[in-house]
């Protein structure tokens, strides 16, 4: 597609429930990165894939945090067991080269 | 770790100038971006900064300095558009980016 995909939009989950966010890169795009933002603050970085590889996942929050993209398109971010703590809105963003990112509006995670 | 530092509000007139400077001190120094976020919206990109001096892009300006660890964004003309977040963010290594907090600009008529 033209842009960066994210589904759903909107997800409310009951605290303990697991999540599946998905997103959609543009096509082509090598590197693809989620990102966490907090209500009122910048994105913070959670993890890189390049292609189908997972090069760095130092910003994932805790163990609950899984994220995959096994063919080298669409990346899926699983969270087990949400927590109050997880609600943020997060961000995708893929890169052709190194200047360009690309970000999703997002998915709004609200954990009651 | 990464410290980016900016101004967490600005208000301004429509058709004025208004800038927005940044602060960072990072473990490395690969590039300098700067996006603008509308509420509920994907930031988008309005400039990449590498190279010491000044960047112009239509309306957009932004500068780099290394040595001080400084860049500012500046927007000229203002238009009601405009009310958005402004994020700074350095990339340390060849991938990641680091944000700061973020800029709230309210352009007033």
């Known amino acids: 597609g033209a842009g960066v995909s994210q589904s759903p939009r909107y997800k409310v989950a009951k605290r303990g429930q697991d999540v599946a966010l998905r997103c959609d890169p543009i096509?082509?795009?090598?590197?693809l990165f989620w990102y966490q933002q907090a209500l009122g603050q910048g994105p913070e970085f959670l993890t890189y894939?390049?292609?189908?590889?997972?090069?760095?996942k130092s910003g994932l929050p805790s163990d609950r945090f899984f994220a995959e993209r096994p063919e080298g398109s669409v990346s899926t971010l699983k969270i087990q067991r949400t927590q109050q703590e997880d609600s943020a809105v997060y961000l995708c963003?893929?890169?052709?080269?190194?200047?360009?990112?690309?970000f999703g509006s997002g998915t709004r995670l609200t954990v009651v | 770790g990464q410290n980016i530092d900016q101004p967490t509000e600005m208000t301004a007139t429509e058709g004025a100038i208004v800038q927005i400077n940044c602060t960072y001190q990072?473990?490395?120094?690969?590039?300098l971006f700067w996006y603008q976020q509308h509420a509920g919206e994907a930031p988008t990109f309005l400039s990449y900064?590498?190279?010491?001096g000044l960047e112009e892009k239509g309306r957009f300006s932004s500068f780099l300095s290394r040595s001080k660890g400084y860049s500012y964004l500046l927007l000229k003309e203002l238009q009601m558009k405009d009310s958005a977040s402004y994020l700074c963010?350095?990339?340390?290594?060849?991938?990641?980016?680091?944000f700061g907090a973020g800029t709230t600009v309210t352009v007033r008529a």
């Open positions: 963003a893929s890169s052709l080269e190194s200047q360009g990112y690309t």
């Open positions: 096509s082509g795009h090598v590197s």
């Open positions: 894939f390049q292609n189908e590889a997972q090069l760095d």
């Open positions: 990072t473990s490395g120094f690969n590039g």
């Open positions: 900064n590498v190279l010491d």
């Open positions: 963010a350095v990339r340390a290594n060849d991938y990641k980016l680091s």
